[in-house]
Nanobody
């Protein structure tokens, strides 16, 4: 079935950068809006960034100017370039996407399993 798999996480020092990738696979006709969320221990899951099929983007207030979301529809992938990272960015980052399996069926939302990003000195 449809899967979303994140990669590119890990540990980085404050001020550093990481690039997260998320690839969708399975029976997919089209990926619609694709998103990155994050969740720190004890906190709720918050939207980091979103991108529509037309390339319109939306960012959480805390990451504006530092993070950039992009997509590659040929690869069915979404990316998150994270710059100027701080310890407050430490969290599990989740990829999600609204995916259309068949053009005559309504799309549904899918989630990846999450990937750890740790920012520490």
């Amino acid at each position: 079935q449809v899967q979303l798999v994140e990669s590119g996480g890990g540990s980085v020092q404050p001020g550093g950068s990481l690039r997260l990738s998320c690839a969708a696979s399975g029976s997919i006709f089209r990926c619609h809006t694709m998103n990155w969320y994050r969740q720190a221990p004890g906190n709720q899951r918050d939207l980091v960034a979103a991108i529509t099929r037309d390339g319109a983007t939306n960012y959480g207030d805390s990451v504006k100017g530092r993070f950039t979301i992009s997509r590659d529809d040929a690869k069915k992938s979404v990316f998150l370039q994270m710059n100027s990272l701080s310890p407050e960015d430490t969290a599990v980052y989740y990829c999600s996407a609204v995916i259309e399996i068949h053009p005559l069926r309504p799309p549904a939302n899918y989630w990846g399993q999450g990937i750890q990003v740790t920012v520490s000195s």
